[in-house]
């Protein structure tokens, strides 16, 4: 009789044993995953969020062409005219369309200092702080560059090995409408604008580029860059 027990014990011992590592590992891997949601702006495009540390941030660039109220954001093609605004203002990359569903569109900084709100509902453009308060939880600017850029040379051009896009933010590299103004840099930096104002003449982004750099810097604010919202607390 004691023999048999030990024949039963024995393999419920091993099975337990197996579904207590199994239970570990999948809490260890649910505690590594950051929350995820989507949030619609005014014109029904949708896009995928993520929450890093305290933080809800758009994992696409803003991609609408209306603000909040419905008023729609002027589409300036000619460059000079670009130059000259001190109005909000969108384009396309090489004032092609199709570009923008990857991309996302570009926008000067004062459509996004308009009263008419260029954010989704409960949403924002981030302050120079809030992109402070995301590079320094993911350790700082020597490594959160890599740990927000998505993976691989789909978007990213060369030397883009060391992307790990882990936090689920795939920032993208859409390139500007600088202050020529010419587009450039698609496929080589990403730049956003913050609500931050550095001067009369400028205000404050936060950039990447293939190499892991993620400067935050001030430009002219009639240059268009791409735009990530950060949720209202």
């Known amino acids: ?35 995820t949601g989507t949030v619609t702006d005014i014109e029904g495009n949708a896009y995928k969020t ?21 008023d729609p954001i002027p589409n300036v093609y000619d ?16 004032n092609d369309v199709n570009i923008a569903s990857t991309y996302g569109r570009l926008y000067n900084w004062y459509a996004v200092t308009d009263n008419r709100n260029i954010a989704p509902s409960g949403w924002h453009v981030p302050t120079n702080d809030e992109w402070a308060l995301l590079i320094t939880f993911l350790g700082g600017e020597g490594v959160a560059c890599n740990k927000l850029k998505e993976k691989g040379n789909d978007h990213w051009k060369s030397f883009n090995s060391g992307a790990t896009n882990e936090t689920g ?5 859409g390139g500007c409408r600088d202050l020529n103004p010419l587009f450039k840099f698609i496929g080589e930096w990403g730049m956003w604008w913050s609500f931050s104002e550095n001067d009369k003449y ?24 791409s735009l990530r919202c950060v949720r209202d607390n």
């Open 50 to 70: 993520v929450k890093i540390g305290t933080q809800w941030w758009m994992a696409e660039n803003l991609n609408t062409t209306k603000y909040r109220n419905g």
């Open 1 to 35: 009789m004691k023999a048999r027990i030990r024949i039963w014990i024995y393999p419920f011992v091993i099975t337990s044993m197996i579904l207590i590592l199994v239970i570990s590992c999948n809490k260890k891997e649910e505690n590594n995953l950051f929350e």
């Open 169 to 173: 933010f795939t920032a993208i590299p």
């Open 79 to 94: 460059g000079g005219e670009w130059r000259s605004l001190t109005t909000g203002a969108y384009c396309n990359y090489n």
């Open 202 to 225: 400028s205000a404050w982004l936060l950039g990447m580029n293939i190499f892991g750099d993620i400067p935050r810097d001030s430009h002219n604010k009639y240059e268009g860059l």
